[in-house]
């Protein structure tokens, strides 16, 4: 739910950003007027051209990826049991995750892999990807989209369950929008995806109405948007609402900000923390997907001075909670051996999305990671390497079949969690980048 608390951090963000300088008069969209919703009525100026997107001119705005990098990193040359790890990984994911028959699977083989890799029947992995695709018409134009899962006759599949991931994903793995696909027989551009899903995007905090069930659910769509639009910005969505990437965003370091107060306390005292299920423990991956999308709409120019503070802390946070939450898996880990494959799993989960979060910040030219940051996320590189080692010796790799058939939710974990560590190691050693 959009609470009350979260919705007032917000609007403190928005009042900061009032008071910066204004464009030119002749440059300013069209503004908000209604005192009944305030954040998403508009209206349109007679002396503006207005800079809103909308279904009838969306298919005249030029889609392009981000192309700049940042080369002013470190890297860290992989040692051979690194190698060895690696090697492991990818192995099972292409013998698991590129069967066809798995979407959510499927999109994170398409993020650790990169996206010229093909299924085992040696179909391209985008097109066998839209194969689970549907088809949306928005004022009546058909656009491609993405269910949150799909009903056959056997059984469920989990195709979408975060909004827009597999944009998010297709984004960072530079798949150009002029790339031809077919969904139900009929030919669309991966572009008609992209801006579709851009003009589905709304939230109004104030009633509660929005196109994500929840905070949680926002972190892929936001980064996706972000990444495709400049800031300013705005749109009206397919609902007939507004949408602002940039209130995207600051709603992102508004819930970041309020959900890890306990762990800002703890930090400030240099105290331990209890990893309860509140706060931003409740959030996928332990907030690491909000945070790495409040970064990425950073990198990319959205946010302001408030959100920029926020994210040095959030940055410092990610490093403080790294030895601390390893030594808790540790002390679980012992408590519970009957456990043991489970947390090895939830183990790699944290490992890995740190690691990748640390280096993506990196190459965001965000931070510049310190002596001692370097020697954590090092550590991280070993600590992945330790675990799947030990998920080897539990003979996980070679049953995950079994595991498929009997505990969807596991098996999901060990292709989802594998594939982020995959990555992670990939961006840390230099063979893979971001832009932005």
């Known amino acids: 739910m959009f609470n009350t608390l979260i919705l007032s951090l917000l609007l403190g963000c928005g009042e900061d950003a009032e008071m910066e300088t204004s464009p030119p008069e002749a440059e300013q969209p069209a503004k908000v007027i209604s005192t009944t919703d305030p954040v998403h009525q508009i209206t349109s100026r007679p002396d503006v051209k207005p800079r809103q997107l909308h279904a009838d001119n969306i298919a005249n705005f030029k889609i392009s990826l981000p192309t700049k990098r940042n080369r002013n990193i470190f890297i860290s040359p992989l040692t051979q049991p690194q190698q060895d790890m690696i090697k492991v990984v990818k192995n099972m994911l292409e013998q698991y995750a590129l069967q066809g028959d798995d979407p959510w699977a499927m999109g994170h083989a398409l993020m650790a892999l990169g996206a010229t890799e093909k299924t085992v029947t040696g179909k391209p992995l985008v097109d066998a990807i839209f194969e689970y695709a549907e088809i949306d018409n928005i004022k009546g134009t058909p ?254 790799f070679q049953s995950l079949y079994n595991i498929k058939a009997n505990d969807q939710q596991l098996y999901h974990d060990i292709i989802g969690d594998s594939a982020h560590a995959l990555y992670a190691m990939y961006l840390f050693s230099g063979n893979r980048f971001i832009t932005y």
């Open 143 to 396: 656009y491609p989209s993405f269910p949150r899962n799909k009903t056959t006759p056997q059984k469920t599949i989990l195709v979408e369950p975060h909004k827009d991931l597999m944009m998010k994903v297709l984004i960072e793995a530079g798949v150009q929008p002029d790339r031809k696909i077919v969904v139900k027989g009929s030919e669309f551009t991966v572009g008609d995806y992209y801006k579709a899903s851009i003009l589905r995007a709304y939230l109004n905090p104030q009633t509660n109405d929005s196109s994500y069930v929840s905070p949680n659910d926002m972190p892929w769509s936001v980064q996706a948007i972000t990444a495709l639009v400049p800031p300013q910005q705005t749109w009206i969505s397919s609902s007939g609402m507004m949408g602002s990437a940039d209130f995207f965003t600051q709603f992102l370091f508004a819930v970041l900000d309020q959900e890890s107060k306990g762990l800002k306390r703890a930090m400030a005292a240099g105290a331990s923390f209890q990893k309860d299920g509140k706060g931003i423990f409740q959030y996928t991956c332990g907030g690491a997907h909000l945070l790495q999308a409040a970064a990425y709409s950073t990198a990319r120019g959205f946010g302001n001075e408030q959100t920029q503070k926020e994210l040095n802390t959030q940055i410092d946070l990610l490093f403080y909670r790294f030895p601390k939450e390893l030594q808790i898996y540790d002390d679980i880990m012992k408590a519970q051996p009957d456990q043991k494959i489970r947390l090895l799993v939830q183990r790699l989960k944290f490992v890995g999305h740190f690691l990748e979060n640390a280096q993506k910040f990196s190459l965001l030219g965000l931070y510049t990671p310190n002596d001692l940051q370097i020697r954590l996320m090092q550590g991280a590189m070993d600590q992945i390497v330790l675990t799947i080692r030990a998920l080897q010796q539990e003979g996980v």
